[in-house]
């Protein structure tokens, strides 16, 4: 520990920031837990430079801190943003205080891992997917890119998917020269030393961050990289940078994932929708040689939201399921992916182009009725009769009354709170959309 609990210090706002103890340790530095004022926050500390390259990089990132992160807000609350900046006494060196993280929130390489708990669902996943997308698009609106995006930074919450995006001391404005430190997660231009950080760059970046959040997998790691004894810097910039191969290339098999070594990417892909599989290939086939074509930020905010509208569940094991409606007859069963039951197709709402499935969780929100997209409020939900199991239907959260085509033709109201017989064929007006519910 380069800091002792009890030690003191002093912020640049002349704050006794009091050292309490070590949260963990890192390459750059070591993050504590610290009193300023008696509220709790998160201190960053970095280590002592000793190169001439290590004080070069310690007074860029200096800078970046004082004239751009202190003094420029957060694109989102989700971003665990400087807010002060501390001083070493002897000058050696210096961190920057933010708020502490929660404890209910985990790092994404334990999901990659298999070792976060509890184990998100898919649902999960895809509202943390959509909601790191929407952050990292809200950060480069402002003009600034991440530059280092990898397992990281963001943190989610397994069980409702709510997300933080951590390590902002990466944060740049766009086309800022310096080095990359993840090369497996960087650009194919930046590692073969063209061009700068920037949005385009950060793109791949978080497609690649999402490949790993669902497939597991690193998308260029195939057969290629089992043929090379030593996967040194070389043999790196050669499978990420020089000649990269995405693993699923539909013209190029030469990089195919391989039985007994790459299983959770070749049973993971199978897993999903063809327009998530094409969104993947067009990221890594594409993409990696124009960054002009790379799936932007509200591409894959959409992608997820589709996603977990085709969900639905496993009547042999439970599991969750993606319906792929673009390969599917309408109404032909679709096989478990985990335990190989047909499972029936559930009731689902066409809205327009955009069918969500109805299962006994599934909820509509505001992008579904022509509002922004935003989880934070339930608008409908499907629920079951009080006094008939039997029956099912969709109950009004919102302030505002739908209607809807009784069996006799007359329209009738539904108030907040009051629920929607799930009948095939009934037609739903929310207000902004119409809906019609479908039995298969």
């Known amino acids: 520990m380069m800091l ?27 993050v504590y837990r ?30 970046a801190l004082t004239k751009y992160l202190l003094v420029n807000s957060p694109p989102d609350s989700r971003f665990l943003w400087p807010i ?7 000058g050696r060196t210096y961190g920057y205080l933010m708020p502490l993280l929660a404890d209910r929130f985990s790092g994404l390489e334990s999901l990659v891992l298999g070792k976060m708990r509890p184990v998100p669902s898919f649902r999960v996943l895809c509202r943390a997917a959509i909601g790191l997308s929407e952050c990292f698009r809200k950060l480069h ?62 793109i791949h970046s ?7 959040m669902f497939i597991r997998q690193h998308p260029l790691d195939g057969m290629q990289q089992l043929k090379v004894n030593v996967f040194n810097e070389a043999a790196q910039r050669k499978f990420y940078g020089k000649q990269p191969v995405f693993i699923f290339d ?40 124009e960054p002009a074509l790379r799936v932007r930020e509200g591409e894959w905010m959409e992608a997820f939201s589709r996603l977990r509208d085709s969900l639905f569940y496993c009547s042999g094991c439970g599991s969750e399921n993606f319906y792929d409606f673009e390969r599917n007859v309408e109404g032909q069963q679709q096989p478990c992916w985990r335990c ?30 022509g509002r922004r997209l935003d989880f934070s409020r339930a608008l409908a939900q499907v629920s079951q009769h009080p006094q008939d199991e039997r029956k ?5 959260l919102s302030k505002e009354s739908w209607t809807y085509r009784a069996r006799d033709g007359g329209l009738k109201e539904c108030a907040p709170g009051r629920s929607v017989p799930l009948r095939s064929g009934l037609v739903v007006n929310f207000g902004r959309r119409e809906g019609v519910i479908r039995l298969r």
């Open 340 to 369: 190989g039951v047909s499972t029936p197709m559930p009731m689902r709402l066409e809205l327009g182009d955009r069918w969500i499935l109805l299962n006994h969780n599934t909820a509509l929100y505001g992008h579904h009725l």
């Open 34 to 63: 610290v009193n300023v004022d008696g509220q709790g926050y998160a201190l960053k500390w970095y280590h002592h430079p000793v190169t001439d390259g290590q004080v070069a990089v310690a007074v860029e990132q200096r800078r």
């Open 392 to 396: 099912w239907g969709l109950t009004n």
């Open 4 to 30: 002792k609990p009890g030690q003191l210090l002093v912020s640049g706002e002349g704050l006794v920031v009091e050292v309490v103890s070590l949260i963990g340790s890192g390459g750059q530095g070591e």
């Open 141 to 202: 609106n402002m003009g600034a890119c991440y530059k280092d995006i990898n397992l990281g930074g963001p943190v989610i919450d397994p069980t409702n998917g709510d997300v933080m995006v951590c390590d902002l001391d990466n944060v740049r404005i766009n086309k800022t020269p310096g080095n990359i430190l993840f090369v497996f997660f960087a650009a194919p231009e930046l590692i073969r030393g063209e061009g700068s950080c920037q949005t385009n760059t950060d």
């Open 250 to 289: 539909p013209d190029n098999d030469t990089n195919r994932p391989v039985p007994g070594f790459h299983d959770h990417a070749i049973r993971n892909w199978s897993i999903y929708p063809h327009f998530l599989q094409r969104l993947f290939t067009r990221s890594f086939t594409e993409g990696l040689h």
């Open 206 to 212: 978080l497609a690649v961050l999402l490949f790993y």
């Open 84 to 90: 002060g900046f501390v001083d070493e006494a002897e």
